[in-house]
């Protein structure tokens, strides 16, 4: 019975992660086949190379992005874990199948500008759908990875914007057209933007760090009337050597500015730093 029950949670879970992954396949799909690769505007990793590829010799594009991942899925389930590469090689079929069948959709012919930031928004939507469930599309993310492995001062950003780069300059170099390589920087720019939207969603937050003179007053203001959590700590001027504390609180960009409104009206020679904060996990936030 155990067994049984274990073979049906991890066939629903299968189940759920295919359908997850075939919803970002076709928006994925329809970026590349309906906006950037008829429109010669590339998309950066292995999908921008795939484009020249198929511009070149005609080959499909998902076929080579496919085989283009197998070696580096098998180099990598070591270091990545088996559980990890498994699950992005079943996302990476799905997407490079969705992409040779979906070489039929409708072109767009207009403003490439449009092309360009459609075609951003739909592949960072599709790539953001299949990264918060836990799997990756291979190509130059897993290569990145690796890299940070073998260099760890080498950030994994540097090094899929290297990669990204010498992705759209090929680009240019192969279309001679230098607007090509300009457009395919739009469509990595704006396709990273909405994979971060995908993944942390319209709650992006703040990191704010009060340091004042009246730090049991304030942390009274900031949990009964800004009704927010937060951490105090006891600092030093490093000036004046005076004692003062630090507060340290979180909370949504949209509460941000009547936060700063209430502590400035508050204590006016009140000391603040605000900061973005990628994802923020906890009582008061997501768990």
């Not at 499909?60 to 874990?81: A, D, E, H, Q, R």
């Amino acid at each position: 019975m155990l067994t049984f029950l274990k073979v049906k949670i991890k066939l629903k879970s299968f189940l759920t992660d295919t359908a997850v992954f075939i919803l970002g396949g076709v928006l994925y799909s329809i970026a590349i086949n309906c906006f950037l690769s008829k429109n010669q505007i590339l998309n950066g990793g292995f999908t921008g190379f795939a484009t020249v590829t198929n511009y070149l010799f005609g080959l499909p594009i998902g076929t080579v992005i496919l085989i283009l991942n197998i070696p580096l899925f098998i180099i990598s389930y070591k270091k990545l874990g088996m559980k990890f590469v498994l699950s992005s090689f079943w996302a990476t079929f799905i997407i490079s199948a969705l992409i040779d069948i979906g070489d039929f959709l409708p072109v767009y012919r207009g403003d490439l500008l449009l092309a360009s930031l459609f075609g951003g928004v739909l592949s960072g939507a599709g790539l953001g759908i299949i990264f918060i469930n836990g799997a990756t599309t291979g190509g130059t993310d897993i290569i990145a990875k690796l890299v940070g492995l073998q260099y760890p001062h080498i950030s994994l950003g540097k090094s899929i914007f290297l990669m990204d780069l010498a992705i759209i300059t090929l680009g240019g170099i192969v279309y001679k057209n230098i607007e090509s390589s300009l457009y395919a920087a739009v469509v990595i720019f704006v396709s990273a933007q909405a994979i971060d939207y995908i993944i942390f969603g319209v709650h992006r937050s703040s990191l704010i760090l009060i340091i004042t003179e009246k730090g049991e007053e304030m942390r009274r203001l900031i949990i009964n009337d800004i009704r927010r959590g937060v951490t105090v700590l006891k600092g030093s001027g490093g000036y004046t050597n005076s004692e003062k504390d630090v507060l340290i609180c979180a909370c949504y960009d949209n509460q941000t500015g009547k936060f700063i409104r209430k502590i400035k009206a508050f204590d006016e020679k009140a000391f603040l730093i605000i900061t973005n904060a990628k994802e923020i996990l906890g009582e008061g936030f997501k768990i």
